[in-house]
């Protein structure tokens, strides 16, 4: 059983809409949640962490986490052709070590 | 800036070989990781390690063993390599404790024929 589901795609969506990413998780004692960016090729890097429930803005993206529900997702607005890539969900769980990764979700942004 | 540094880009080793893949950090974490990942099965954890001389097995240590003699370096060795192994091999670091990001090196592609 996964720890980590995501829609693996590709999501493809024109430039200046909303792009929506969605990640759900199996352990309820999951206490820390990140979205990491990588593009083909490359390593990920990170793009947003969450901690509490609610909503996290940063710039044109914005990271959502209800606990109860266990899913978290990232939304992306005015989507540019670079934001092309594949988006990664990581939960870590209550010993603060091990990261449970998603397959990812592939973003196609069409100019 | 967090730097975390893996030895090569990329790799071309022959079945039977034993190979060495090693990452460096400069911030002093205690946690180091190693994963592999495959298309359409993303990152997977080989081991980790949260000190020096302590290592920890991930979910697919099979074939594989680390070493950490030292706080800012982790290696990851293949014994005798096989064509399954082939693949990116990742090597991430964070602090221990709640706000833990993970960064990752450059990554390593590895290819075994």
């Known amino acids: 059983q996964k720890e980590v589901e995501q829609n693996s795609g590709p999501l493809s969506v024109p430039e200046g809409a909303i792009a929506s990413l969605n990640c759900t998780y199996s352990?309820?004692?999951?206490?820390?949640f990140f979205w990491y960016r990588q593009y083909s090729g490359k390593s990920p890097e990170l793009i947003m962490f969450?901690?509490?429930?609610g909503d996290k803005e940063d710039g044109r993206f914005t990271a959502q986490l209800n606990k109860a529900s266990q899913y978290v997702s990232l939304l992306i607005r005015d989507s540019q052709p670079s934001d092309s890539a594949t988006y990664l969900c990581?939960?870590?769980?209550?010993?603060?070590?091990?990261?449970?990764f998603g397959s990812g979700t592939k973003l196609n942004v069409k100019p | 800036d967090v730097k975390v540094t893996q030895s090569s880009r990329y790799l071309v080793k022959r079945t039977g070989e034993k190979v060495f893949l090693e990452c460096v950090q400069d911030?002093?974490?205690?946690?180091m990781f190693w994963y592999r990942q495959d298309p359409g099965l993303g990152l997977r954890l080989i081991y980790f390690s949260y000190d020096v001389k302590m290592k920890e097995k991930g979910d697919i240590p099979e074939g594989y063993s680390v070493s950490r003699e030292k706080k800012e370096r982790f290696s990851l060795i293949l014994e005798s390599a096989s064509t399954n192994q082939t693949s990116m091999y990742l090597c991430a670091t964070n602090e221990q404790g709640r706000k833990n990001i993970q960064y990752f090196g450059a990554g390593t592609r590895l290819s075994v024929l």
């Open positions: 352990d309820r004692g999951s206490q820390s």
């Open positions: 911030m002093d974490h205690e946690n």
């Open positions: 990581a939960v870590v769980g209550d010993n603060f070590n091990k990261f449970y």
């Open positions: 969450i901690y509490s429930n």
